[in-house]
């Protein structure tokens, strides 16, 4: 980046310290204004709601919520109910986007600096929330200005980031056993209660995406208990009561390791606040069991292996070692062969669409670089590694077009459409058939693809 770190620091503790400007052209409470402008950049908006309650003569806490697509709306809108019952601003901006870094910090700066000047926010109660790409966004603002808390949905810390030895900020994370980063969300929990850090990681149970409303609303209700024990907002006994029963009631009584997991979260997030002696002494006496102490072992050695599969298929990737990604890709395809909610199937589903999503980004810079051959080299392994994706093949069959290989490109165009590739009006225009697309066996093929749906 070419901004200063230290910088960048003091610009946006000044943001979050409140300037007291005009305040001309508030959003009205009770409703999500989608599309509003910065006064400072008019090429930066953002997406707010302000609680039907909202006041502007007392301070609020903020989610400040950056979703991968730019979505602003969309993610306020996930997170207005829990902002409307437990009184929070949210806003979201509608310029931050997966991509290089400097627009992010750009979007987050804009947006932080211009909704603190248009409403009346706590600086002790700012939060960020983000999935995917939006969390790694809204853990680099947490690392780099003063936060109150992280609700992380499927991602974690930036590449070039790690964690302090001492973490300032509370995390919520939120993951799934079809989540491809859910490796990536246990390590990073692993890590935070190495560190004695205020963590909580809840398991969805889908994929990867935004957390279903029910979890964002508990989400914000922990950030509330957080800051009730940290003694940022008073003690409210309706909001701890009504969250202490709902936990209680939802506790699994089996299989043991769950429940030793949930009675821990729970005496940690009511401590202080209720009386829980009871569910720590069953945490800690159920921690010192053979069966506890047998599932946390094979967790981390599961978590430790489906890492491993990943950085060594990235490797073989980055090599050109298409021996090992097929040697790899038979073993992942025997394991597919289990139970669908086997943990040997679900992590290879996930190590499939990982490596799948990591190997798309490369191929689409090799082919905007002419690097055909390198992009063949990739794809070919990719077929073999999951045969069954339509784009993969369709990708060979382009790097093969590129590269003059008129019986290569013609079997992997095939094999496409029997995977199940459908977008004729993509593969009519297609430049790198230009060689070809007269012949008889390519019209064939070509003429067999019925549907303009978009891959």
């Known amino acids: 980046m070419s901004f200063s770190t230290r910088a960048l620091v003091r610009t946006v503790l000044a943001c979050l310290g409140l300037v007291t400007a005009a305040r001309a052209q508030e959003p009205l409470p009770g409703q999500i204004a989608p599309q509003v402008v910065s006064r400072a950049d008019a090429r930066q908006s953002y997406a707010i709601y302000l609680p039907t309650s909202y006041d502007r003569s007392r301070a609020w806490p903020v989610i400040f919520i950056f979703d991968p697509g730019a979505r602003g709306r969309d993610a306020v809108e996930r997170l207005r109910p829990a902002a409307e019952q437990f009184g929070y601003v949210v806003a979201g901006s509608n310029n931050s986007r997966n991509g290089p870094a400097e ?7 804009a947006m932080i600096n211009d909704a603190s000047q248009r409403t009346s926010l706590d600086p002790r109660r700012v939060y960020v929330a983000g999935l995917s790409g939006g969390a790694r966004v809204a853990f680099r603002t947490a690392l780099m200005a003063r936060v109150r808390g992280v609700l992380a949905c499927s991602a ?8 302090p030895a001492k973490v300032p900020f509370a995390v919520f994370g939120t993951t799934g056993p079809t989540d491809f980063n859910f490796s990536e969300m246990k390590r990073l929990d692993f890590a935070l209660e190495d560190r004695a850090a205020t963590h909580r990681l809840v398991n969805t149970g889908g994929g990867h995406a935004w957390a279903t409303p029910d979890v964002l609303l508990q989400a914000v209700e922990w950030f509330e208990l957080e800051a009730m024990r940290g003694g940022v907002r008073p003690k409210d006994e309706k909001i701890i009561g009504a969250a202490l029963a709902a936990r209680l009631q939802a506790l699994p009584a089996a299989p043991v390791p769950a429940r030793w997991q949930a009675l821990q979260a729970l005496a ?6 209720a009386d829980v002696s009871t569910q720590e002494k069953q945490a800690k006496e159920l921690e010192k069991s053979r069966e506890v102490a047998a599932w946390r072992r094979a967790d981390r050695k599961a978590v430790d292996r489906e890492t491993a ?9 980055s090599d050109g070692d298409v021996v090992f990604i097929k040697r790899i890709s038979g073993e992942l395809r025997r394991m597919l062969a289990g139970p669908a909610d086997s943990e040997d199937h679900l992590m ?8 799948n999503g990591r190997a798309r980004s490369a191929i689409r810079r090799m082919f905007q ?7 063949e080299a990739v794809l070919d392994a990719m077929t073999a ?3 069954t994706d339509a784009r993969s093949h369709y990708d060979l069959a382009r790097a093969r077009g590129y590269l003059g290989d008129r019986k290569g490109c013609l079997a992997a165009l095939t094999a496409a459409v029997k995977a199940g590739y459908a977008n004729a009006t993509q593969a009519a225009a297609e430049p790198a058939f230009a060689k070809f697309r007269e012949e008889a066996a390519f019209k064939s093929v070509l003429g067999s693809i019925s549907q303009p749906a978009t891959l």
């Not at 974690?156 to 964690?163: C, V």
């Open 309 to 317: 599969y990943v950085e060594e298929l990235m490797d073989a990737e």
């Open 385 to 387: 590694f999951d045969p």
């Open 156 to 163: 974690g810390l930036p590449g070039d980031a790690e964690l």
């Open 268 to 273: 940690r997030d009511f401590q202080g606040l």
């Open 348 to 355: 290879a589903r996930r190590v499939i669409t990982d490596f």
């Open 369 to 375: 670089d002419g690097a055909y051959s390198d992009a």
């Open 103 to 109: 627009p992010q910090y750009q979007a987050m700066l």
